[in-house]
C-alpha cells in the first residue's frame, strides 16, 4: 500500500507543541525537598546527571530514543507560577527564601542528549544534565517520565514497523494508552520509529504528523443495511476504507463489490479494512472475492489485537494484507510496559560519583558515547569519559546551554524519523530482527572510564568501615 | 506504620482538575468523519453507546471502576476553539457547515455511569452515553481513554494495597509512568484504590492528594560522607526517613544510630528506607540493629522493583517492613498493563443494535447493573435491561443530563476511596485474594435483556443472504 492510499497522509506544517499545566510542579516531593537543602546549604556546585537505562527487556535488541525535543520544550518555559507556588507553600516544610528562589527559577543547565531516532543500549546515556545540584535534581521526575514513555514506545513501534517490513503501520493506539499524553506523545514517537500515520487528531495538531482513519462498525451499525452505510460513506468519503467485518466479512466484501458496480467509474474506494477473526483465512477471502470482481487495486487493511509477532505469523503465511492498523499492544508497549530507566548523580563540584547498591551500577562522570561502523554498519559502541576522543561518530551532542536556550533548530518528527530510520538500518541485521540478537551489540567500557570508576568506588568504599 | 508516619499526609484541600490543552482534539479521526457523515446526512437521533470491558485480565478478579469524574470534567468544558478548528479545516475533507456545526458544539448528551471505586466485571457498563449519535461518537476515543488508564490502574494499586495488609503503601512511580497524565491520574486512581500518598506534586495540587517523599541516593553521594548527608537532612527535616543503601546498607543504619546518640532527645527521624539488595534479609538486619540500639520506634520503609507478589512474599515470610514505596509494576499494571475496554453503539433511533463479529459481544440497548449482596457480601450481578427493576442495588447512576450538567457534586478523592474501600470489603474474601477466584464472582443477563439480545441478533442476521 502506497502512502498515498492512507487518507490524511499529506503532512501538516508543524503545530506548537503544547507542555501540560504547570510542569514544574511534575516532580517528586523528595526532589523539591532535597532542593531546598541544597539551597540553604549552599550547595551550589554544578552536577552531572546521566540519564540512562540499565538494562533492557529482554525482547529489546535496541531502544530507540526518544523525547529529549519534548522535553527541552518544556525545560526552557519552566516556571513556577504564583499557584504552584502557594501548593508548596501550603504544604508547610518549605521556607519562604526558598519559595522566593522558586519563584525566579529558570533552568540554566546545560543539556547534551543523543538526536531522536538515535539507537542506544544498556548503560548508555541518552542525556547528560550539567546544572547547579538543586536544578538537576528537581528534574528529574519530569526528564524521566518525558525521555522514557517515548523512548518505550519508539522503541516498540520500531519492531511493529519492522515486522510489517515496507507496508505502512497506522497508529489506532490512542483509546487504549496510558493516559492522554501516551497517546499523543507516544504517536510522535510511533511516527519517528517510521509509523506511517496516526488516527489521533491531537498529535496531528501539536506534532504535524500525518493523520489517517476509516469508519466504526458503530456506523455500519446506526443503518438499516451494510450496503446503505457503505453507500453513505463512500458518498462523503469516495477514496475511503471501509470496514467489512460488522456483520459477516465475506458479505460485507460482496457489498463493496456491488457498490462498486452501482458507482462504475466514480468507485474509488481504497480499501477494505478487517478487524475480526482468523486475519489469514479471512484477508485470502477477502482478496481473492477482490480480484474475482477485478477489484486488484481495492487493497486489504488489517486490524484487531495485533503486535509485531501477528504481523509476522501473518506475513509469514503470504496473507494478502496490504496495511496494518495497530493499536494496543503498541500503545502500551505490551510485552515490555516499563523501562529499567534510571536518572543519576554521576559527578559534583568535579568529583565523580556512584553509588554500590546491589546491582544498580552507575558510571561516574559526564561521558561520551563513540558508535564505530564498518562499510556503513554499527559494528560497536564505547562508552567513554567526555573529554575522551575515540574512533567512532560521538553520539551525544549539545543541545541547550546555560538560560534553557536550544543550541540546535527543533527537528521536525519527519525529519528525526529520516534520522531514525537510517539508523535503524545501520543497525547489524541480527539487531533489527525481532528476536534476541546472538551474539547482543557490543558495548565497551572505555580504559580511562574504567579507571575513574575503580577510583570512584574505592573512594566510596574507603567510607565503610 | 500509621498515616501520621508520612510526611506530609496532610490532606490538601482539592485543587481544579486542568484538562489537557484542546481535549476536543483527543478523537481519532474516523470519529469526526463519522460525525460529519451523521450531520451531513441528518442522522440527529439520539444514540446509546455502552463502555464496557469484554474480559478481565487474567490476574484479576474484578476492577475498579475510576476516571468518570475527570471524563466529566472535560466533557462540560468541550468546545472547539478556532486554533482547533482551524488544524481540522486543514486536513481538507471537512465542509464548512460541519466546521461551523463543530465551533458551536457543546456536549449535550446524558450520562449514567457506576460510582468510583465501584468494583465491576467483564461486560458490565461502567458508563452509558445517550446523546445524538454525532455526539456520543465524537467522544469515544476521550471516553475509553480517560475512564481506562484510572480503571487499569486503580485495579492494579487495589492489589497492592491488598497485598499490604493494612500498611500503608505509597506511590513512587510517576518516574515511570507512561507520561505525565498517566502519572498524574494514575496518583489519583491509587488513591481512590487505597494508596496512602503519592510522590507526585502535581497530582498533590490537582486533586488534593496527600504527598509524601524522602530522599534519594543522590542527595547522600553529593556529600563526602553518608553521615554527614543523614545530619544535614536531619536537621532540615526532623521528622524524615532516611535512605541508608547508599553504599552499604548495614552501615547506613548504623550511621541512624549513631545520630540518634548524637540528637539525643532532638532525634526525631521516623524511618529508614531500604531500596535494593535482598529486602527480607536486609530489613530483618536492619529491624536487628534498630531495636539493640533501643530505636523501636524508628520504622522500615521498602521499595524497590516491588509490586504485589513481591509485598506478599515478603510479608508471608515474615519481614519487618512497616510501608511500601512501589514505582513501576503498580504505575504501569505491568503484568496487565491494558483493558480489553470498548465503547460500543447499542441502540440508534430506539432500536438496539450489535454487531456479529467474531468473539467481539455487544449487549443491545440501555441497560443496568444491579448487584446483590446477603449479609451484606456481594453474591452476584445480572445485567439488566434499565428499564428493569430487580432485585439488588442498581450501579449506574444518572450523573450528566443535557447541557452537560453534573447531576451531582463532584466527590473527593477521599470520597471515593472510602466508597472504593467499602465496596471492596464487601466483595467475597476470595475475590480480594491476589489469585484468581474459584469460582469467579457470578454476572448473570436478565431474561429480559437475553431476549433483546436474540431479538437484536436474530434481526442483524436477516441482513446476512
Redo the contacts between chains.
Keep these: 500500500m502506497e502512502q498515498r492510499a492512507i487518507?490524511?497522509m499529506?503532512a501538516?506544517?508543524p503545530?506548537q507543541p503544547?507542555p501540560?499545566?504547570?510542569?514544574e510542579?511534575?516532580?517528586?516531593?523528595?526532589?523539591?525537598?532535597?532542593a531546598?537543602?541544597?539551597h540553604?546549604?549552599g550547595?551550589r556546585d554544578e552536577?552531572v546527571?546521566s540519564l540512562f537505562v540499565r538494562r533492557l527487556p529482554p525482547a529489546r535488541n535496541y531502544l530507540l530514543a526518544c523525547g529529549v525535543e519534548d522535553l527541552l520544550d518544556i525545560l526552557g518555559a519552566l516556571r513556577f507560577g504564583p499557584?504552584?507556588v502557594d501548593?508548596?507553600r501550603?504544604?508547610?516544610?518549605f521556607p519562604e527564601a526558598f519559595l522566593a528562589w522558586l519563584a525566579g527559577f529558570r533552568f540554566s543547565g546545560a543539556i547534551r542528549a543523543v538526536p531522536e531516532g538515535t539507537p542506544v543500549f544498556a548503560e548508555e546515556p541518552l542525556l547528560e544534565v550539567v546544572a547547579p545540584?538543586a536544578e538537576a535534581?528537581m528534574i528529574?521526575?519530569l526528564a524521566?517520565?518525558?525521555i522514557?514513555?517515548q523512548t518505550?514506545?519508539a522503541s516498540k513501534a520500531a519492531r511493529v514497523v519492522a515486522a510489517a517490513a515496507g507496508r505502512p503501520v497506522v497508529d489506532?493506539g490512542?483509546?487504549?494508552?496510558?493516559?492522554?499524553?501516551?497517546?499523543?506523545?507516544?504517536a510522535r514517537a510511533f511516527h519517528i520509529a517510521g509509523v506511517a500515520a496516526t488516527?489521533?487528531?491531537?498529535a496531528?495538531?501539536?506534532y504535524g504528523i500525518p493523520?489517517?482513519?476509516?469508519?466504526?462498525?458503530?456506523?455500519?451499525?446506526?443503518f438499516d443495511?451494510?450496503a446503505e452505510a457503505f453507500r453513505?460513506?463512500a458518498r462523503?468519503?469516495p477514496e475511503?476504507i471501509l470496514l467489512v467485518?460488522?456483520?459477516?466479512t465475506a458479505?460485507g466484501v460482496r457489498r463493496v463489490v456491488a457498490l462498486a458496480r452501482e458507482l462504475g467509474d466514480a468507485f474509488r474506494i481504497r480499501g477494505v479494512r478487517l478487524?475480526?477473526?482468523d486475519l489469514l483465512a479471512v484477508s485470502r477471502e477477502t482478496r481473492a472475492i477482490l480480484d474475482a470482481a477485478g477489484l486488484q487495486r481495492v487493497q486489504v487493511f488489517a486490524s484487531g489485537g495485533l503486535d509485531e509477532a501477528k504481523i509476522t505469523g501473518l506475513l509469514d503465511a503470504g496473507a494478502p494484507i496490504d496495511a496494518f492498523g495497530v493499536g494496543?499492544?503498541m500503545?502500551?508497549?505490551?510485552d515490555a510496559?516499563?523501562?529499567d530507566?534510571a536518572?543519576?548523580?554521576t559527578c559534583?563540584a568535579g568529583v565523580g560519583?556512584?553509588?554500590?547498591?546491589?546491582?544498580?551500577r552507575i558510571l561516574p562522570g559526564s561521558k561520551q558515547v563513540f558508535r564505530c561502523t564498518e562499510n556503513g554498519v554499527a559494528v560497536g559502541d564505547t562508552i567513554a569519559r567526555s573529554d575522551e576522543r575515540l574512533p567512532g561518530t560521538p553520539l551525544l551532542r549539545p543541545v541547550m546551554q546555560a538560560g534553557g536556550r536550544r543550541l540546535l533548530p527543533r527537528p521536525s518528527p519527519a525529519e528525526a524519523r529520516r534520522l531514525a530510520e537510517a539508523a535503524r538500518m545501520a543497525l547489524p541485521a541480527r539487531l533489527r530482527a525481532l528476536h534476541p540478537a546472538d551474539p547482543p551489540y557490543p558495548v565497551a567500557i572505555s580504559d580511562a572510564l574504567a579507571a575513574e570508576e575503580r577510583e570512584v568506588r574505592a573512594r566510596?568504599?574507603s567510607?565503610?568501615?
Tied chains: 1, 2.
Design positions: 487518507r490524511g499529506e501538516m506544517p503545530g503544547a501540560p499545566a504547570q510542569p510542579l511534575f516532580a517528586d516531593l523528595y526532589e523539591l525537598r532535597m531546598r537543602a541544597y540553604e546549604l550547595m552536577a546527571f499557584e504552584s501548593y508548596l501550603s504544604l508547610g516544610e545540584i535534581q528529574e521526575t524521566m517520565n518525558v522514557g514513555v518505550l514506545l489506532f490512542s483509546r487504549r494508552a496510558q493516559g492522554m499524553d501516551a497517546a499523543v506523545a507516544g488516527s489521533n487528531l491531537l496531528g495538531a501539536r493523520v489517517a482513519g476509516t469508519m466504526a462498525h458503530s456506523f455500519v451499525q446506526a443495511s451494510e453513505a460513506f462523503l468519503y475511503t467485518d460488522t456483520y459477516d458479505e478487524d475480526s477473526g494496543t499492544e500503545s502500551v508497549s505490551g510496559p516499563a523501562l530507566l536518572y543519576k548523580l559534583y560519583r556512584t553509588k554500590l547498591s546491589a546491582g544498580k566510596a568504599a567510607m565503610l568501615p
